[in-house]
């Protein structure tokens, strides 16, 4: 080195930014304990021994400039499924009144070394085998390949929302098929039961945090069961808890040979039930076909041991069709998975599937569409992830033909080409907790859509869901996290997460549970940039916008309903009418049928002029491929409003600028059918 030779005058700039730098240090040297802090975000009395937070600084309160509240939004957590699938699958609970010791160790057939760990093995691979310690050690578990311990400790959610993070999804989920299957279980495997316990434990959670802060509403932890409670939460910087449900059989809901096993009457009862537990987002279906709607399928080995479940509790394997459209489910493929094969009655084996194939036979059912309108009804929204996309296809038909926005795709589960349809409703996506790489890509493939419908992203952790986490990028890579680092909101110092004699590294132990999602963040900020978090930065607020939506959403007043309706030919019949006006009565049992040829038209007119902006047409099997919906205010001269060459059946939507008319014309030009065009209700909207 040459600093010797530099004159006194010269080394003084490097004296003044050494001492800088110093007390930089210093500055920062306080984030690894945040105990020292006190505030309103601090707890009087936190439980003895406990988790470290490492975090420091004020969470952030209030909106922004533009009166819009700020921060990340986890839109598919998992917060009890330690309490699901029978008790014993997930090991480990989130709090404990007895303390973190009790809450953070093992499952008892873990002990001592891991050897009965069969859900370990099966998800994991190689023995199973594990150090079952976990407080204070923690030498296997928690991290980002085991599936089957906590990773949702209070304290590391705590963490989460001191990085920024505004709105957590705690969807309750069981599985009745996994539960029975699996050797060990301490409950019973009927899925309500373990939804309304979930919901329970959930609510305890929070009382629990209460109880550190003073007494009831004064922790961070907050449930809420409307969007505009929600906003009020954020603003005095503390997180909100939606509940929402991921289960197979929803209300008792499965299907046996194709025979459902529950009622509309049912559905009700299990909507209203949830609703009042304050659940306001749900699946319907969701691994395997239920009464409800057919699965987006699950690939290699898993695919199969989730469709021997499948078989197990409907009693049929998963059937495929050719895709109608450019959408399809994940191909099932033809790995083997012994372990799960081996449940199967002697003599049945999984079927294999042509590669052509690649949709669900079973879409949307009656029952269904029924739950459907009853979720718009309770203004709840609808998760469209685990739809096969039959089905998904016919509630997007449904939501659109009632300009419903609360659809929402939580964690990358749906054809991503159908993103734009849910942004067009007024949606929400976010995307799975993939690596910041392929999470950066994913957003920036889609940053124009974004850009378009001046949305904001969101991510889906997906922990205790036995998914797999992003893995460490590693110590050598040339853009690590360098800690302590500051949040993307810029209002807390974050060290390296400590629990026990544990202190996990991003770069090294990669997304090994909540606690480390602020460090993933700043993962993705540096191999992605700062417009991916800044989108994210912006995601409660979208979420929250569709969610208000959804409360404040209207059914429209159907223009169509009794007018007068008259068409260029009728098909005969002799049991039974088949007139212009059957297509207006509002009995989706009545229809108006044309002859079996093209060119042919509906016209209706309403009696007066007004504003058309919506037209919803409910096609019988015999559809228009081709056909426009034209508008007149004399019934002479026509305009055309909106039209298809791609016409396929089912629910259709057209939707178009408001324009003033007293007569609208379906005018169909090529038939999807060898018959002729049968539409059983027509809907005219000015909204």
């Avoid at 509790?313 to 790995?335: L, M, V, Y």
């Avoid at 002479?636 to 408001?658: H, I, R």
Wanted: hydrophobic content about 35%; charged content about 20%.
């Amino acid at each position: 080195m040459t600093v010797t030779r530099h004159s006194h005058r010269k080394r003084r700039p490097i004296a003044v930014l050494s001492l800088l730098l110093t007390v930089v240090a210093m500055v920062l040297s306080t984030a690894p304990n945040s105990s020292a802090e006190s505030g309103w975000w601090t707890p009087a009395a936190r439980p003895a021994p406990d988790s470290q937070i490492n975090v420091t600084g004020e969470p952030f309160k209030g909106t922004d400039s533009q009166g819009q509240v700020r921060g990340f939004v986890d839109a598919h957590n998992h917060l009890m499924s330690n309490e699901g699938f029978g008790g014993r699958l997930i090991c480990g609970k989130p709090f404990s009144e007895l303390g973190v010791a009790d809450a953070l160790k093992d499952c008892p057939e873990h002990y001592p070394d891991g050897s009965l760990a069969i859900f370990d093995f099966i998800t994991k691979g190689g023995d199973g085998k594990h150090d079952p310690n976990g407080w204070p050690t923690f030498k296997d578990w928690p991290a980002h390949d085991s599936l089957t311990h906590q990773q949702n400790y209070y304290a590391w959610v705590e963490r989460a929302w001191r990085g920024g993070q505004r709105v957590l999804v705690n969807d309750l989920v069981t599985n009745g098929v996994i539960c029975s299957v699996y050797f060990f279980k301490d409950r019973s495997c009927d899925e309500m039961t373990s939804i309304r316990l979930q919901a329970q434990k959930t609510y305890e959670m929070q009382a629990f945090i209460d109880k550190m802060y003073g007494g009831p509403g004064k922790g961070w932890f907050r449930i809420v069961t409307d969007s505009a409670q929600a906003r009020e939460v954020i603003q005095q910087g503390k997180l909100a808890v939606v509940l929402g449900v991921e289960t197979s059989e929803p209300f008792g809901c499965k299907q046996i040979l194709d025979v459902a096993q529950c009622s509309k009457q049912d559905i009700d009862r299990g909507l209203d039930e949830l609703h009042k537990l304050g659940v306001r987002s749900m699946f319907l279906c969701h691994k395997f076909d239920n009464a409800l709607c057919g699965v987006r399928f699950d690939e290699g080995t898993l695919g199969t041991a989730i469709n021997v479940g499948q078989f197990l509790s409907t009693g049929t394997f998963w059937k495929t069709e050719k895709c109608r459209g450019p959408q399809h489910d994940n191909p099932i493929g033809i790995a083997s998975a012994p372990q799960a094969e081996k449940e199967l009655p002697p003599g049945v084996k999984v079927p294999s599937y042509a590669a052509d194939a690649q949709c669900n036979t079973r879409g949307l059912t009656e029952l269904g569409e029924y739950a459907v309108r009853g979720m718009m009804k309770r203004k709840m929204m609808l998760e469209i992830d685990h739809m096969g996309v039959k089905a998904a296809g016919q509630a997007f038909d449904i939501l659109e033909s009632e300009s419903y926005p609360g659809v929402i795709s939580s964690h990358s589960w749906m054809d991503l080409s159908w993103t734009e349809r849910v942004y067009r409703l007024g949606g929400f996506v976010a995307q799975y907790m993939n690596g910041a790489e392929a999470f950066s890509a994913e957003a920036k493939r889609t940053d124009a859509l974004r850009d378009k419908y001046n949305v904001g992203y969101g991510y889906g952790t997906d922990m205790n869901g036995v998914g797999g986490w992003p893995g460490p990028r590693g110590a050598d890579t040339p853009n690590p996290v360098r800690y302590p680092f500051r949040s993307v909101d810029g209002s807390a110092v974050i060290d390296r997460q400590t629990t026990g004699e544990r202190t996990w590294d991003i770069n090294t132990d990669g997304a090994a549970h909540y606690g480390l999602v602020p460090d993933w963040l700043e993962d993705i900020r540096l191999v992605g940039g700062q417009g991916v978090v800044d989108d994210l930065l912006r995601g409660a607020e979208s979420y929250l916008d569709t969610w208000g939506a959804s409360e404040k959403h209207k059914a429209g007043v159907n223009l169509a309903a009794g007018s007068s309706a008259s068409a260029s030919s009728s098909e005969w019949s002799l049991v039974t009418s088949y007139a212009p006006d059957r297509a207006v009565d509002g009995n989706a049992d009545t229809r108006w049928a044309s002859d079996w040829s093209d060119d042919q038209w509906l016209r209706i007119d309403l009696g007066t002029a007004g504003l058309i902006k919506r037209v919803t047409l409910g096609w019988e099997r015999a559809y228009g491929k081709a056909y426009r919906i034209e508008v007149s205010t004399d019934g002479t001269n026509w305009q055309s409003v909106w039209s298809t060459t791609a016409g396929d059946g089912g629910l259709d939507t057209a939707q178009f600028t408001g324009t003033s008319a007293r007569y609208v014309r379906i005018h169909g030009l090529e038939r999807g059918t060898q018959w002729g065009y049968s539409l059983q209700e027509v809907g005219i909207y000015s909204s």
